[in-house]
C-alpha cells in the first residue's frame, strides 16, 4: 500500500520501481542494444510481432516493451488499414446486433429495439424461404442484415 501511494505522487519513485517503456523498433529498424538491454531475443520479439498478425518488421513505425512485458506497435501510415475517417466518410452510430430469434421464438421486444416490427422479421423469414420455427437462432442488426443459424445444418 506505501509502495503504490508513493508511486503515484513521485514520478522518479515510480520508475524506479516499475521500470520505462523501452522502444525496441523505430522506423522498421530493431534496436539490437535496447533489446539486449531488455534481455529479450529476436525469436520472443518476432513472436510477438506475429501474434500482432505483423509478418515484417519494416512495416513498423514504432514497437515499444511496455512495463509490464506488453508489446505495443505501432505500423507505419502506408501499413495501417483505412478508416472511414481516412476517406472522409461519416458514419452512424454503431448498434450491437440483437438476438430476434431465439429456438424457434421470435423475441418482440428485441426485434422493437432495433427499430423493426415482427411483420418485418416475418416478411425477412419468407424472402430467405424459412420458418420461425425451424431456426435456432437468429440475429440482425440495425442496418438490416439478418442471420439465421437452422436447427437442420
Do not use: C
Not at 514520478?11 to 542494444?33: D, H, Y
Amino acid at each position: 500500500m506505501f509502495v503504490s501511494n508513493v508511486s503515484l505522487k513521485s514520478i522518479s519513485f515510480r520508475k524506479a520501481v516499475e521500470g520505462t517503456t523501452t522502444i525496441l523498433i523505430k522506423e522498421g529498424k530493431i534496436l539490437e542494444e535496447n533489446v539486449k538491454k531488455e534481455k529479450y531475443t529476436v525469436d520472443e520479439l518476432m513472436e510477438q510481432l506475429r501474434k500482432k498478425d505483423i509478418f515484417y518488421v519494416e512495416d513498423v513505425a514504432f514497437a515499444m516493451l511496455e512495463t509490464n512485458g506488453e508489446l505495443s506497435v505501432l505500423l507505419k501510415k502506408e501499413k495501417q488499414n483505412v478508416t472511414r475517417e481516412d476517406l472522409l466518410i461519416k458514419g452512424e452510430a454503431t448498434r450491437l446486433p440483437q438476438t430476434i430469434i431465439m429456438d424457434g421464438n421470435i423475441m418482440k421486444e428485441a426485434v422493437h429495439e432495433l427499430g423493426y416490427s415482427v411483420a418485418w422479421v416475418k416478411e425477412q423469414l419468407k424472402k430467405k424461404g424459412a420458418a420461425a420455427d425451424k431456426v435456432f437462432l437468429g440475429q440482425a442488426d440495425s442496418a438490416g442484415h439478418l442471420y439465421l443459424d437452422y436447427y437442420e445444418d
